[in-house]
T-cell receptor
Framework: GESVGLHLPTLSVQEGDNSIINCAYS??????FIWYKQESGKGPQFIID?????DKRQGQRVTVLLNKTVKHLSLQIAATQPGDSAVYFC??????????FGTGTSLTVIP | DAGVIQSPRHEVTEMGQEVTLRCKPI?????LFWYRQTMMRGLELLIY????????DSGMPEDRFSAKMPNASFSTLKIQPSEPRDSAVYFC??????????FGQGTRLTVV
């Protein structure tokens, strides 16, 4: 079955620095990869997605990079802010209906 | 729209009791998902519906778990009988078929 995992369970960054959160996946057939943010006590919230035929996509302060050769996905957050402190999940899907989530990386922003 | 609404937010029950979790998806969304979240296993997809019809329930752990969607605005996840290992946060999410799933606030279930 699909397997989506994260390299690091926790990450601490200084406010204003850039953050990079990594994710490894195993299903080469996935069409889309998605990043979600989960704040304490809340449900996950969509951040950005990338299609498998792309290698980079930018949003507001976030960039997702996809390296299909090594099955690696990363989320870069520019000028990290205290409000970015959360758990970040990558997810994959090849149907658009079933999403398989990794175990998450906890990001802590140090003021 | 108020978003996906789940109830209750917290549930504490004794082992062996029946537990029913409820979800109201966003109006107009025709996909509904139930997830379970634990520290050890992360977010696990339990079951999802399309137009009120269960499409894939392969993630439902055991026969003790059942889910229904009697209409487009309501779904339940039932555990009977509950066990301590069922303790987790259960999330409901809905989509219109796109990539952005909208999650509820979750129900934290504790079985003692």
């Amino acid at each position: 079955g699909e397997s989506v995992g994260l390299h690091l369970p926790t990450l601490s960054v200084q406010e204003g620095d850039n953050s990079i959160i990594n994710c490894a996946y195993s299903n080469s057939a996935s069409d889309y990869f998605i990043w979600y943010k989960q704040e304490s006590g809340k449900g996950p919230q969509f951040i950005i997605d990338i299609r498998s035929n792309m290698d980079k996509r930018q949003g507001q302060r976030v960039t997702v990079l996809l390296n299909k050769t090594v099955k690696h996905l990363s989320l870069q957050i520019a000028a990290t802010q205290p409000g970015d402190s959360a758990v970040y999940f990558c997810a994959e899907t090849n149907t658009g209906n079933q999403f398989y989530f990794g175990t998450g990386t906890s990001l802590t922003v140090i003021p | 729209d108020a978003g996906v609404i789940q109830s209750p937010r917290h549930e504490v029950t004794e082992m062996g009791q029946e537990v029913t979790l409820r979800c109201k998806p966003i109006s107009g969304h025709d996909y509904l998902f139930w997830y379970r979240q634990t520290m050890m296993r992360g977010l696990e997809l339990l079951i999802y519906f399309n137009n009120n019809v269960p499409i894939d329930d392969s993630g439902m752990p055991e026969d003790r778990f059942s889910a229904k969607m009697p209409n487009a605005s309501f779904s339940t996840l039932k555990i009977q009988p509950s066990e301590p290992r069922d303790s987790a946060v259960y999330f409901c999410a809905s989509t219109w078929g796109g990539l952005e799933a909208f999650f509820g606030q979750g129900t934290r279930l504790t079985v003692v």
